[in-house]
Structure formats: C-alpha cells, structure tokens
C-alpha cells in the first residue's frame, strides 16, 4: 500500500534515519547468532528469492500483507472463522503459503526462535529489494500474538476522502508524509473492476465519471471494465507504466501527476492541498526507495509485542497448544 504533505524540504525532514540501531524496543540485529550455525535472515531470504524467480508478482503480494495487519504480531496469519482472514479487505491477500515456507525451514534449522511477525516484516523487505526497490536493516525481535477478530481490521476504502485517509494513519501514529509514502506501495500490484466501478461510472453518486482522470486512461478503463459487464473479477495494474509496473520505483507518483490514479484514494492525493506537494516531491525526486523503506520500517513497528509477551509460534496458522 503509499503516501505524500509540503514539499521536498519538510519531507526530508521528516525522515526516519535509516541508521538508527533501534526502534522503540526493536533493535537492528537482533536474529544474529540464535539460529546456531544458520543466519536466520540468510533462511528467510533464499525462501523469497526463490518464489521471486517463479513469481514476481510476490512483491506486490506481501507489501499488501503487512500493510493489512491490524498490529504487527502476525494476527493476520492465524486461520479461523472469526479471524482477520475472513474481513471483506483481507479476502484477497495472498502469501500465506510464503510465510509457511519460511517458517517450515527456520523452524528445521532453529525451533522456536523466529516469530512469525518477523518472518512477515523480513519477507516483505527482502520482496522490495529483489522488486528493485533498496535493501534495510530491519528492527526484529517481535513476538507473535494469541488472537485474530475480523471486527479488528479497519482499513480506509479505496474511495475514501484524502482526510479519512489522514485520519486514519494518524491514528496508527503515522504523518501525513509517511502516508503518501506507503500509498507508493502503489507501485506494484493490481486491483480489480469492481473496487474502481464507482470511479469509473458512478463517481461521488453522479452517475458520470470521475471529471478529472485522463480521459484516455479513463476510455480504457471503461473497456476493461464496463458498467453492466461481468468484469468485477478483472484485474488492472495499479501502475500504468509498463515497464515499472513490478517495480518499486516512483513512478507511481509521476502517474498521480496526469491523472492517472487507478483507485480514487491515489488521484485524490495529487489534488488535495494536504498532499499535492508530498506527491510531486516523490514524482520530481529520486529517494524514494529510502524513504519508502523508512516508512515502512515505522509502521512495522506499531504495536509490536516483545519480552514474554504473547508468543514464538511453532505454526503461523495457530496459536500453539500448551
């Protein structure tokens, strides 16, 4: 998932320094030397390396997961009828079968010792990196939890208003810079008809378009999918540029500047006075990569459990039997 707020300067400023050897109460490291003779992130990297290979999609795939979570302790994992699976925004994350590799192979090289919520903070970053985005130190040492309720997850629609949006990752801690930054996770991935129909057709309940998409994006959207078809279930890359269209990158932003934004959330960004300046700061400049990476470092540390609390999952599926 991404996000932008008032110009190349500020933005700057509001960097978290990659350097830094610890977040909260995560250091940087913290894996080195549990596993025995094994490198645990060596383990987790060669599982993503090799799916990427098959599937680069993955990139798209696990930003997506992490991003879903409610908090950073791998509820999203944990399978159940009631559980964070089961919420509407959640019924298309995929890579589950991801983090089951992972933990399959660092539970045979080393039981019990890396928790789920690592493996999905270290499998996303290791996917950004093979996506072309840069690789990053990563603050590990969360604990997974005990429950997962779909009536937890609260994510902003496709459609919300820019405010919403604001409002929301402020309530995770997070500034309207960092948002527009994480929005950027835009640049990979697809989406499907039916969460852009309303934008395409019935934008704001007038049942015309949305008036300030490009017109030539918005006549091939409108055949891709039309008003009365059967197309809910066909995809459209969130990125229009081809050739970057698995790669994290900034085009994305350069996209939102021609009213191109596929899902109203992203060409709303370009528009809003609260955010037009953060996006052409990310479409004119070209760290991107780190800053996308900071963000990302931020938000995998909201809500994290560490010490004893919660648990090492032995199954990222189920919470262990006593």
């Known amino acids: 998932m991404k ?5 190349s300067i500020v933005l700057t400023l509001l960097v978290l320094h990659i350097s830094t050897t610890c977040h909260g109460a995560l250091p940087t490291g913290f894996q080195k030397g549990k596993c025995g003779q094994n490198d645990a ?11 990427f290979r098959r599937d680069p999609t993955i990139v798209a795939a696990l930003l997506r997961m992490q991003f879903h979570q409610n908090r950073c302790d791998a509820s999203i994992l ?5 559980g964070e699976k089961t919420a509407p925004p959640n019924l298309s994350v995929r890579g589950y079968d991801i983090i089951d590799e992972a933990k ?7 039981p019990g010792v890396v928790s789920c919520a690592d493996i999905i903070v270290a499998v996303t970053r290791d996917a950004v990196a093979l996506g072309g985005g840069l690789r990053y130190e990563l603050p590990l040492g969360r604990r997974d939890g005990k429950a997962s309720l779909a009536s937890n997850v609260n994510l902003p629609a496709p459609s919300a208003t820019v405010a919403q949006a604001l409002s929301a990752f402020k309530g995770k801690g997070l500034t309207a810079a960092e948002m527009v930054l994480l929005l950027g996770g835009h640049t990979v991935g697809v ?7 309303n934008h ?31 197309s809910g279930n066909n995809t459209i890359n969130l990125d229009q540029n081809l050739p970057s269209a698995n790669k ?3 085009s994305y932003y350069n996209q939102l500047i021609l009213n191109k934004g596929i899902l109203e959330i992203d060409q709303k960004l370009a ?6 300046n953060l996006v052409s700061a990310q479409a004119t400049g070209s760290n991107f990569p780190a800053l996308f990476n900071n963000a990302i470092i931020k938000m995998s540390t909201i809500q994290v459990l560490t010490g004893m609390q919660g648990e090492i999952k032995k199954s990222c599926r189920s919470i262990n039997k006593l």
């Open 200 to 230: 395409l057709h019935n934008f704001n309940g007038t049942n015309k378009s949305d008036p300030t998409m490009n017109p030539a994006l918005l006549a091939t959207l409108k055949c891709r999918c039309p008003r009365n078809g059967a």
């Open 271 to 276: 528009l809003d006075p609260a955010t037009k």
């Open 248 to 250: 994290v990158d900034n």
């Open 78 to 82: 944990l399978d159940g009828p009631s």
């Open 3 to 7: 996000s932008p707020v008032l110009g």
């Open 104 to 110: 399959a192979a660092l539970e045979k090289a080393c």
């Open 41 to 51: 992130e060596a383990i987790i990297r060669g599982v993503v390396a090799a799916r």
């Open 191 to 197: 989406t499907h008809c039916a969460l852009i129909m």
